[in-house]
Each structure stands twice: as C-alpha cells, then as structure tokens.
C-alpha cells in the first residue's frame, strides 16, 4: 500500500522540487511512497482531510508550526519539521530527508 507524504511550505515552489526528488529516490530504493507539496494556506485542509501518511514542515514556515500542530493533533496525524541541512533535493541533505521519512512512516504493515 503506497504511504503518502505532505511537505508544507510557504507557495509550493521549492518543495515541489524536493517531494519529486525524494519520490523520486525513495521509489527506486523499494519504497512504495509518494511525496507531494503544498502551501501553507492550503495546509490547514489537508491535514483535516488526512488524505496523507506524514506532513512535514519546510524550514521556511517552521514560524507556523505552533498553527498546524493543534491541528494535526486533532486530526491524529504526524506533522514534522524538517531541519534546515535536510531541505535540498541532491545529496547527503536529501539522503537524510529520506531516512526522516522512512522514520516517521510505518511500512510493518506492507510486510
């Protein structure tokens, strides 16, 4: 069953490029994980909607945290933020994103 990651940041931009490229990698190392993008704006909907597995939080928005996680607590999902050095889509900072990702998903359940 594919799991599906949420990262939230300030229009969708930059974090478009990372969900692609962590998609990207994540499915060619074996894992059935679909990673998308949003604005903050839009956010707040689709945590309540808990269409996804995981919502993470870009660095840039990290200032919003306080708003979404009384929301994410309500609707029973994991929201998390995302260090600085992890926010790139190439190397050791995409490498670690992934592993943040894998860590926060439960795949015992695809076993």
């Not at 894992?31 to 840039?60: G, N």
Request: with cysteine; glycine share 6%.
């Amino acid at each position: 069953m594919q799991k599906k990651v949420l990262i939230i940041c300030v229009g969708g931009m930059s974090s478009s490029m990372v969900a692609r490229k962590a998609s990207e990698q994540l499915n060619n190392n074996g894992f059935d994980v679909y990673v998308d993008a949003c604005d903050v704006a839009s956010s707040h909907r689709l945590i309540k909607e808990r269409k996804f597995d995981l919502y993470l939080v870009s660095p840039q928005i990290r200032m919003v945290s306080n708003t979404l996680t009384p929301i994410a607590n309500a609707a029973g999902v994991c929201l998390v933020d995302i260090p600085n050095e992890d926010y790139v889509p190439v190397g050791p900072g995409l490498k670690r994103l992934l592993r943040l990702i894998i860590n926060h998903l439960d795949f015992s359940k695809n076993q």
